[in-house]
């Protein structure tokens, strides 16, 4: 007999295009499968029906810090998952971690599950301004709390195991760490390599900490020693407090450094990269856009830095560099420029590594075998 499984999250786009296929996969082993969200559209429903999934609404502030606000939501999260007679309940996000699970507790939902994809803006570095730290500090309690009533925590790269276990947020035993979200290894198929002429792509939301000063930078460097090269930023603008201003990215292009197509579906500019760039200095989980751009048999130059060293093997792939250090990430660039060549050895090496490691299924599978579904 199927169980009644729900997933709660803070966007229902990002549980569509990251969970998707879980959810789906859980669908075919015979469960009811509900997603909850706080910003489902006609659109967004038609997608999850057509995985069988249903679309459930509740209230809930993505951002922000309002204990009122968030406590309210929660006592009326609640009631709408005790209507659901839940058998099993995974957070996605900070807010769905923290109080989805506690809501759950209360709710009488027997197996409580977290999937913690990256520590992101609460656990950044550049922790100096008052409101950072009380951040910061208000997730570590929040965590704390909630963890305690979860049987399994899904984290994607070591260094966040470590830093939860340093933390006293999560047990060990009780952490399982999943290599990111995957990616569908038929859907994102090899594209022949591009050398002429060399182009590099990043997409990302358009926030200083996923690098896009550095990626300019460096253009600019390399735009003077090989005006040939192409640098193409996809994404769209972000209201985070560090989001890139529309201005600075249209001066980038007027300026001739880069492209900006925007927020546009991926795969068709994958296909004309001959190496992608991701120099993030954010918490990263284990970044997709990397795993998606391998997939595409694609080298890579990422920064050493928690989740995004996870995707290359250095001089194997691709390269790593130090977070926010340009002129190393040029350095990197000019190894392509220099040496066309590898742009298809490593990427084929890239490929290699996305179906031993990134495979949605692999991921998927360990997943649902840990949540007893």
Known sequence: ???????IGNQAFSLLNFR???LAEIVARGHAVFALAPDFDDETRRKFAALGVEAVDFSLSRTGLNPLRDGADAVRLVGVLRGLRLDCVLGFAIKPVIYGTLAARAAGVPRRHALIAGLGYAFAEEGSS??????HRAAKSLYRLALTHCQ???MQNPDDVEDFVRMGLAPRDRIVRVNGTGVDLADWAVAPPVVAPMTFMLAARLLAEKGIFQFVEAARAIKREAPEARFVLLGGLDSNPHGIAR???EAWVAEGILEW???VPVKPWLAQASVFVLPSYYREGVPR??????AMGRPVITTDAPGCRETVIEGSNGFLVPPRDSAALADAMRR???APELVASMGARSRALVEERFDVRKVNATMIGAMKL
Not at 1 to 7: E, L, V
Request: hydrophobic share 55%; no cysteine; proline share 6%.
């Open 289 to 294: 856009s990397i795993q998606e751009a391998m």
């Open 247 to 249: 201005a600075d990215v």
């Open 20 to 22: 998707g296929p879980l």
């Open 1 to 7: 007999m199927g169980q009644r499984f729900a997933i």
């Open 130 to 135: 008052f409101k950072q730290r009380a951040i």
């Open 152 to 154: 399994t925590v899904f």
């Open 261 to 263: 197509p925007g927020h």
């Open 336 to 338: 392509f420029v220099a």
